[in-house]
């Protein structure tokens, strides 16, 4: 997972050819959920930061500390930061390496979700509660029982019913688990097997628990035969989103280790979910991670890349692009430096 290293001629190029700026530069951000609230755009990254950390290929050298909320009024205008709304010596459960995050809205309160590490190193998901979409957030004292792993992802259907979708693999530690257990012995599983999907749990109402235990997610093939472990461009890594297009359910997410972020799209919320293609190429920078959100009758893809660090994996910079659908609803695929 280390930094792939870039002269500056090469970052220059990069980023004459960009598709889009960052949205911020006097901070680093990463892993934007957008979403439209009270209608205007909210975004909620991850804060990268440089501590030092060692790199590895759990993702050590990610070792964020708390989160901003970004708002535009559009997609293409100006972007105000709202500011800290939590850092992890206000949640007593936390204590490092706060990742991706998310936020959703029920009966005029706002939830903020977001993965931590305990004192013993397992990731767990928590919540936070407040009156606005820009925060600030109260956090629970105690993670979302049953919680695990990374990524949290909270789509709204259309019936008010929330899901939460999340995991990731690696330093994300998902291959850990089978039947929501944990077990360190439990790795990736081999390549000719099975991959593991994300996880996906209905949200009771008070938005604060699962009403059900997380089942796994399948991404099957057009044959309905699911995606194998050593299909690394295709299968299930991290970084899941959920959004709905003319009635169907459309899941995607980041390939981790192949880079491309993918999508597959099923009739029902818990899938199967059918692989269909590429959203994004790679990025500058290891990780990929995303949103999609529509605005103003379009539809944007809010992702990141480490352009503005010269290449420096864990401090990236979210930007924004539009997004296309074909007439049979397949998604076109974005270049982000261009060709
Ligand atoms: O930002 C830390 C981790 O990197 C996220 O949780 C992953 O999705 C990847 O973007």
């Known amino acids: 997972m280390a930094d792939k290293e870039y002269t500056r001629e090469e970052i220059e190029a990069l980023a004459a050819r960009s598709i889009a700026q960052p949205l911020v530069t006097h901070i680093y951000t990463a892993d934007p959920s957008a979403h439209v609230f009270e209608g205007r755009l909210y975004i909620y990254p991850s804060h990268d930061i440089e501590t030092g950390a060692a ?43 706060m990742w991706a995050p998310d936020a959703a809205t029920r009966d005029g309160r706002y939830y903020f979700y977001f993965p931590a590490k305990r004192a ?13 979409p820009e925060g600030p957030f109260r956090p629970e004292p105690e993670p979302i029982p049953g919680s695990y792993s990374i990524d949290p992802a909270v789509f709204r259907d259309d019936d008010g019913e929330h899901y939460m979708y999340f995991g990731g693999l690696w330093g994300g530690q998902l291959q850990k688990y089978r039947d929501n257990r944990y077990d360190p012995a439990h790795a990736e599983p081999a390549p000719d097997e099975p991959a593991l999907g994300p996880r996906v749990a209905r949200l009771d109402h008070g938005m604060k628990h699962f009403a059900e235990a997380p089942r796994e997610v399948v991404i099957v093939d057009e044959d309905g035969v699911p995606r194998r472990a050593g299909d690394h461009d295709r299968r299930y890594f991290e970084g899941p989103w959920m959004h709905k297009y003319q009635g169907r359910y459309y899941l995607s997410y980041s390939t981790g280790n192949t880079h491309y972020l993918c999508y597959a799209v099923a009739d029902d919320p818990y899938g199967p979910f059918v692989y269909q293609g590429r959203i994004l190429e790679p990025v500058v920078g290891w990780t990929t991670h995303h949103s999609i959100v529509e605005f103003g009758g379009r539809w944007w893809l809010y992702y990141h890349d480490s352009v503005l660090s010269g290449g420096v994996t864990h401090l990236r910079s979210v930007k924004v692009t539009e997004l296309h659908y074909d007439e049979q609803g397949r998604i076109r695929t974005i270049h982000p430096y261009g060709g």
């Open 55 to 97: 790199f590895d290929d759990d993702g050590g050298h990610f070792q964020m500390r708390d989160y901003h909320v970004l708002r535009q009024d559009s997609p293409d205008g100006p972007v105000t930061d709202c500011g800290v709304v939590l850092d992890v010596a206000d949640v007593p459960w936390a204590d490092r390496q």
């Open 120 to 132: 013993d190193g397992i990731f767990q998901i928590g919540v936070a509660v407040g009156d606005r």
